[in-house]
């Protein structure tokens, strides 16, 4: 049985990125809510996605130029 270490180690940064997306949104939209209300949640809530926006377009070009390199040594 053959174990893929390079797929284990991406699996496993993808579910932490997620996981601490996940708990910045949670935890943060949370507790503006309960401190400021409803209105600043909202608030909150779209600065964190901007915010996160530029990262996420970041990932997103370089995942697509790891599946072009990848195709590309197939050939």
């Known amino acids: 049985m053959t174990r893929d270490l390079r797929k284990y180690a991406r699996q496993t940064n993808v579910r932490l990125g997620m996981g601490a997306v996940l708990i910045l949104l949670v935890v943060g939209v949370g507790l503006i809510y ?7 949640a909202v608030t909150g809530l779209l600065c964190l996605l901007a915010g996160l926006s530029p990262i996420l377009l970041i990932v997103l070009s370089l995942a697509i130029l790891d599946w072009i390199g990848q195709r590309a040594n197939r050939s």
């Open 34 to 40: 309960f401190i400021y209300g409803p209105g600043a």
